[in-house]
C-alpha cells in the first residue's frame, strides 16, 4: 500500500509541473488522527477533508455546493435523495458507490466516532442503487445539508480490509489503522505520517474535479514553540503559519515579503463546569460541589474581566462576548450579546452567601497547543479567581491529551476551557452539542452536565420550526435561560491570523478552516 501510494505520488508530482511547486506549513500542535471521525475538531476535520470528501462541501463563500453528490432533493419531508457522482475512485483505484456512504454514515454515528452529533437527526441510510442513497431524518430538518457538509466519505472496502471499520476511540488513545494511514477521493492523499511532527501529502493525480492549488508537495510541520515558529517563516524554513502568536503580528506584518491573514472567526472560547457531579473530582471540598450552586458560578462569572484578557493577552484580536456563539452564527442578535460586569466585589458575596467566605480550591484542566494563547489565556483566570479567593491549580496540556482527559465517555474535569465554532452556522448546533441535556448524541460536548428541561424543549422544538421568526424567538428564549443559570461562561471569539510569504496564494475561511485545493505557489 504505502509502496503504491509514493508511486502515485510521483506521478502526481511529474505531471502537475515540471518545476516543483511545495507548500510546507506550520501550526503549533498536531492533527493527532488520520480518521476524519476522530475528533470534531476544527482542525482535524479541516486537515482531514484534503483527502477524505463529502457529499457536499463548502466553497469559498462557505455555502454548500455538490461534492461526492452531483446532485440532491427531498423525496419526502423527512427524506433526502443523493445522486452520486460517477467515475469517483478512491486512489487506490476502487470505485465510490452508495455502498460508502452507508458505509461511511454509520461508522460516523458508530462507537469511538467523536463527530456523531452532527448525524443525531439521520433515522436511516439506504442504498438504493450504485449511485443513489437516500438518507432519513427523524423529523423534517432545516439545516440537515449544513450538517452533513463536514462529513468525509471512507472506503468500506479499504476500511474492512485493514480492521478499520469503527473508529478508534481518542479518548481512551485507542489506535487503529486508520490512525496513522488514510485513503480517500480527496484532492490530495497522504505520502508520510510522523506523529507530532511532519506529515506529507501529495496531489490525487485521478481527483474527479479540476485543480485550482498548482501544488505539488504539501508538508505540514508541528513547530509547538512560538518563536522558533515565526523564525521558521521568516527564514523561509516554512511558507504559512495556521497559528501566529498574537505577539508576533505586528512584527510579521512589517517584515519584508510576508502577509498577515486576518478576519473574525467564528469560534467562541469558553469555560465549562462539572455540574453533574456530587462532589467534585478535583477539589478541596468535601462532600459537595460547588458549582452546582448558581451563586457560585455568578460569582467566577463575575469575577473575569474579558476586557482585560482581550486587551493583554489577545492583543485586541478577539471580541469580548455573554453568548456561546458570535456574529456570523444565525441567531445571533447584539442586543442579546451583552458582555457581563466584572465586579469582584460582588463574586465576593455570591462566594459568602453559599456559604464559601473563604473561597475553595479546584483544579482548571486547559490544553496549551490548541487555542490562540490558550494556556496564557487560563493563566489569566487563574489570577482574577484568586482575587475572590478561588484557589486554582492549573494543569495545562496539549491536546491529544487534554481531550482525552476531558471528553467522554469520562468527562474528568471539574473546571475546563474548551472552543467551538459551530460548523452549520446556526445557533442550534451550539445548544445541542454543547449545552443541551446528555442523552445519546445530544450534549456529547457539554462535558459539565449543565441541564435545564425548558431549554432541550427549545432545542427540540427549534430543530424543526421553518418559521423564520418564531425559531428565533425560541433561540433567544434559550440563550436567556443559559445565561441566567450561568451554564458556562463564554469569554471570547477569537480573531483568524495566519502568516504566508507573499508567493502564497490562500483562501482564509470564517471558520479557520484551510483548504489546501485554493492554495498556490507563484506569483
Not at 65 to 86: D, I, K, S
Not at 141 to 153: K, R, V
Not at 394 to 419: D, H, K
Request: aromatic share 8%; net charge neutral.
Amino acid at each position: 500500500m504505502r509502496r503504491t501510494i509514493l508511486a502515485a505520488a510521483l506521478l502526481a508530482s511529474t505531471a502537475l509541473s515540471a518545476q516543483a511547486n511545495n507548500f510546507r506549513w506550520a501550526n503549533d500542535g498536531d492533527v493527532n488522527s488520520m480518521d476524519p471521525y476522530a475528533r470534531q475538531e476544527t482542525f482535524l476535520l479541516s486537515f482531514m477533508a484534503n483527502i477524505y470528501e463529502p457529499l457536499i462541501r463548502r466553497n469559498r463563500e462557505l455555502k454548500v455546493e455538490p461534492a461526492l453528490a452531483a446532485g440532491w432533493q427531498q423525496t419526502a419531508p423527512t427524506v433526502w435523495r443523493f445522486n452520486l457522482r460517477p467515475n469517483v475512485r478512491f486512489t487506490d483505484g476502487t470505485p465510490f458507490t452508495a455502498d460508502d456512504v452507508v458505509f461511511s454514515i454509520l461508522r460516523a454515528r458508530g462507537p469511538g466516532s467523536n463527530v456523531a452529533g452532527s448525524l443525531a437527526s439521520i433515522k436511516e441510510v439506504r442504498k438504493v442503487d450504485d449511485l443513489t442513497v437516500d438518507i432519513e431524518t427523524h423529523v423534517p430538518n432545516p439545516i440537515f445539508l449544513e450538517e452533513i457538509a463536514g462529513i468525509g466519505m471512507m472506503s468500506r472496502r479499504w476500511a474492512e480490509a485493514n480492521n478499520a471499520a469503527r473508529t478508534a476511540d481518542l479518548t481512551t488513545r485507542e489506535e487503529n489503522f486508520a490512525t496513522r494511514n488514510a485513503m480517500g477521493t480527496g484532492p490530495f492523499m497522504l505520502v508520510s505520517r510522523e506523529p507530532d511532527r511532519r506529515t506529507v501529502l501529495a496531489p490525487n493525480p485521478n481527483w474527479w474535479d479540476k485543480p485550482e492549488h498548482n501544488l505539488t508537495r504539501v508538508e505540514f510541520n508541528v513547530i509547538a514553540n512560538d518563536a522558533t515558529r515565526v523564525a521558521a517563516l521568516i527564514s523561509g524554513e516554512v511558507d504559512m503559519l495556521y497559528t501566529v502568536p498574537p505577539q508576533d503580528t505586528e512584527r510579521l506584518r512589517r517584515t519584508p515579503n510576508i502577509t498577515i491573514h486576518q478576519q473574525a472567526e467564528s469560534r467562541t472560547i469558553y469555560l465549562g463546569f462539572d455540574q453533574l457531579r456530587p462532589e467534585l473530582l478535583k477539589s478541596d471540598v468535601r462532600g459537595r460541589n460547588p458549582f452546582q450552586d448558581i451563586r457560585v458560578r455568578r460569582a467566577v462569572n463575575h469575577a473575569i474581566d474579558r476586557n482585560a484578557i482581550v486587551r493583554t493577552v489577545m492583543r485586541g484580536q478577539a471580541r469580548p462576548t455573554g453568548l456561546m456563539f458570535g456574529p456570523g452564527i444565525n441567531g445571533h442578535t447584539e442586543a442579546g450579546d451583552r458582555v457581563p460586569e466584572y465586579n469582584p466585589d460582588l463574586s465576593r458575596r455570591l462566594l459568602a452567601e453559599a456559604g464559601y467566605p473563604n473561597g475553595f480550591g479546584v483544579t482548571m484542566d486547559c490544553p496549551n497547543d490548541r487555542y490562540v494563547n490558550d494556556e496564557a489565556i487560563c493563566t489569566a483566570v487563574v489570577s482574577m479567581l484568586a482575587r475572590i479567593g478561588i484557589r486554582v491549580n492549573l494543569v495545562a496540556q496539549p491536546r491529544a491529551r487534554y481531550f482525552a482527559e476531558i471528553l467522554g465517555p469520562r468527562y474528568n474535569t471539574s473546571f475546563y476551557m474548551l472552543g467551538w465554532s459551530p460548523n452549520t452556522y446556526d445557533a442550534h448546533n451550539a445548544f445541542f452539542n454543547l449545552m443541551a441535556t446528555r442523552q445519546g448524541d445530544r450534549g456529547m460536548f457539554n462535558v459539565g452536565g449543565w441541564s435545564n428541561a425548558r431549554f432541550d424543549e427549545l432545542v427540540q422544538q427549534m430543530a424543526v420550526e421553518t418559521d423564520a421568526a418564531k425559531r428565533q424567538a425560541m433561540i433567544e428564549e434559550a440563550n436567556r435561560i443559559h445565561t441566567e443559570q450561568v451554564g458556562h461562561i463564554p469569554l471570547h471569539q477569537q480573531t483568524v491570523v495566519w502568516a504566508a510569504r507573499n508567493n502564497i496564494q490562500l483562501q482564509q475561511l470564517a471558520d479557520n478552516w484551510f483548504p489546501l485545493r485554493f492554495v498556490r505557489v507563484g506569483n
